[in-house]
């Protein structure tokens, strides 16, 4: 099975910069989303890592590093409108390439 | 290009009912995902459709049953509703199994089991 855990919550100021962190425990790794969730609405893609390193999207960035199961969400110049779940999940060969989430992080941005 | 569809939005059923909800995919997709969302938590996948068959499950009991139709669109059906059944369920949709780079989420159905 997969085992993913990311923080319940955390909180940050309006400008400032927040990383959101994700770990996994899988087998046959094939890709880790991100994506937004805001409050009763519908997950939104944001990004896709399949291979180490940084891919940077605009104000969101998301690392991995496969070796030591981890990966990271940053997102800087937040925003209010940045307020919302962030759910990591992780796709392998061996759940026929269904991703798991994780439960999900709730973001509160002050001003 | 709308995007996934779900329907109803909110439901309100009572124990041990039988429930049916709708999915019709963002167009050009061919691949339904369904999964549940608890309170404060992530989705948990329930099954897959794809060509009109159910190629993956997770670990979500048989009261627990979809189709797919030949127009890409699917429904969830939940017989002798509990009250743990009461969730968020959303529809995601995608072009092939993989969903390359990532699914297209509904806003989903807000299930109330009373």
């Known amino acids: 099975g997969q085992n993913i855990d990311q923080p319940t919550e955390m909180t940050a100021t309006e400008g400032a910069i927040v990383q959101i962190n994700c770990t996994y425990q899988?087998?046959?790794?094939?890709?880790l989303f991100w994506y937004q969730q805001h409050a009763g609405e519908a997950p939104t893609f944001l990004s896709y890592?399949?291979?180490?390193g940084l891919e940077e999207k605009g104000r969101f960035s998301s690392f991995l590093s496969r070796s030591k199961g981890y990966s990271y969400l940053l997102l800087k110049e937040l925003q209010m409108k940045d307020s919302a779940s962030y759910l990591c999940?992780?796709?392998?060969?061996?759940?026929?390439?269904?991703?798991?989430f994780g439960r999900g992080t709730s973001l509160i941005v002050h001003p | 290009d709308a995007g996934v569809t779900q329907s109803p939005t909110h439901l309100i059923k009572t124990r041990g009912q039988q429930v049916t909800l709708r999915c019709s995919p963002k167009?050009?997709?061919?691949?339904v995902s369904w999964y549940q969302q608890a309170l404060g938590q992530g989705p948990q996948f329930i099954f897959q459709?794809?060509?009109?068959?159910?190629?993956q499950r997770g670990n979500f009991p048989d009261r627990f049953s979809g189709h797919q139709f030949p127009n890409y669109s699917s429904e969830l059906n939940v017989n002798a509703l509990l009250l743990g059944d009461s969730a968020l369920y959303l529809c995601?949709?995608?072009?092939?199994?993989?969903?390359?780079?990532?699914?297209?989420f509904g806003s989903g159905t807000r299930l109330t089991v009373v």
């Open positions: 995601a949709s995608s072009l092939g199994r993989g969903g390359w780079p990532g699914y297209t």
């Open positions: 899988t087998s046959g790794f094939n890709g």
């Open positions: 890592n399949v291979l180490d």
């Open positions: 999940a992780v796709r392998s060969s061996g759940g026929s390439y269904i991703p798991t």
């Open positions: 167009s050009g997709h061919d691949t």
């Open positions: 459709y794809y060509e009109e068959e159910e190629r």
